[in-house]
Structure formats: structure tokens, C-alpha cells
């Protein structure tokens, strides 16, 4: 018996209307704020496959995991799930900057662009935290001059 598998062949580019979307807000324990946590998980719509993941703070601007599932990277989904959370974090509240813990020279940080603008490696990351990471400044003007 012959057996045929079809492997699916990926478009070069994914948006996330394609997945299932499930998001949770919960406090943010860290900071002792209620409801200032979001997380967004996207799974396949018919395989309920795992595709990506981000976590956000709301009132601090922390970036938390962002994760895309392997064979889905480089694809555009990490950064519409960043792009996002940063314009839901301007919505709800008025936190300045973006940022992310993370290891130095990151290949995703350091190249990444939101609207054109670049996060910029800063240690520590944010003045709650210890460690280095990445930073996007002034996120406002970075939608109200461009969009
Ligand atoms: C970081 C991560 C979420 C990025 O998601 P993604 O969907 O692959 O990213 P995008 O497709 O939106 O990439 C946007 C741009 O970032 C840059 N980039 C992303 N991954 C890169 C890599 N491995 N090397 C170099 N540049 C990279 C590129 O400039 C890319 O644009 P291009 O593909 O047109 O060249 C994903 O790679 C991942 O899950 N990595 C492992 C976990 C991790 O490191 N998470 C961050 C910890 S805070």
C-alpha cells in the first residue's frame, strides 16, 4: 500500500486572522496591578496546533514571552503581535516606553522595526529590573506620525 503524505507548504508571509485567537487578562503580580496582564495565544484553526505566543504588561510596558513556533518564524508574526500589544498598550494606558528582558544582541531585538523605529539595546532594561534588554521609546509618535 502506497502511502501519500502532503506536507502543507507555508506562504512566505502569515498574519494572525489566520489563527485562533485566545487571550487572557490577569493582575499583574509583579507590579500589583490589577488586570495588567495580558496574554494572546494563537493555535491552528482545525489542528488547535500551537503557532505563537506574547505576554504583556499594560501599565509598565514590559514585553513578556514572545514565542512563534518554530516552522512559523520569519513570517511576520512576532512583530504583529508586538505591533499589537504596543498600540493596546497606548490605548490603555500612558506608559511611555517599550521594553523587553532579554539576552544582548538578540537577533530578533536588535533588527526588529515597528513602523520603522528600532529598539535599542539598555541595561537594565527598565529601572524594575536587574538585567539588560530592549527598549523602544516614545511609542506614541511612532503611530500618531505614521499611521
Ligand atoms: C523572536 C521571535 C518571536 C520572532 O518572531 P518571528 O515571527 O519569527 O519574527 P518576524 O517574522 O516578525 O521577524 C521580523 C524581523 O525581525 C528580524 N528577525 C527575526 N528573527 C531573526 C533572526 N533569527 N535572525 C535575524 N533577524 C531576525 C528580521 O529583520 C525579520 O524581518 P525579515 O524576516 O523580513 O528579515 C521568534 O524568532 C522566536 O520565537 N524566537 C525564540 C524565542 C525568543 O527569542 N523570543 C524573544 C525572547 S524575549
New binding site residues.
Given amino acids: 500500500m502506497r502511502l501519500l503524505l502532503f506536507k502543507r507548504k507555508l506562504p512566505n508571509k502569515l498574519t494572525l486572522n489566520m489563527f485562533n485567537e485566545k487571550k487572557t487578562i490577569s493582575d499583574d503580580l509583579w507590579n500589583d496591578i490589577t488586570n495588567g496582564e495580558i496574554a494572546i495565544k494563537y493555535t491552528d484553526k482545525i489542528t488547535n496546533e500551537w503557532i505563537?505566543n506574547i505576554n504583556y504588561r499594560i501599565h509598565t510596558g514590559q514585553?513578556?514571552?514572545?514565542?512563534?513556533?518554530?516552522l512559523?518564524?520569519?513570517?511576520?508574526?512576532?512583530?504583529?503581535?508586538?505591533t499589537n500589544a504596543i498600540k493596546d498598550i497606548c490605548n490603555r494606558s500612558n506608559v511611555s516606553n517599550i521594553w523587553?528582558?532579554?539576552?544582548n544582541n538578540?537577533?530578533?531585538?536588535?533588527?526588529?522595526?515597528i513602523n520603522g523605529q528600532k529598539f535599542h539595546s539598555k541595561t537594565p532594561a527598565h529601572p524594575s529590573v536587574t538585567g539588560s534588554?530592549y527598549v523602544l521609546e516614545n511609542i506614541r509618535s511612532i503611530f500618531t506620525n505614521k499611521e
Fill in positions: 505563537c514585553i513578556g514571552l514572545l514565542f512563534v513556533n518554530n512559523y518564524q520569519r513570517k511576520g508574526l512576532g512583530t504583529e503581535m508586538l523587553a528582558v532579554t539576552t538578540h537577533p530578533y531585538w536588535n533588527n526588529v522595526k534588554g
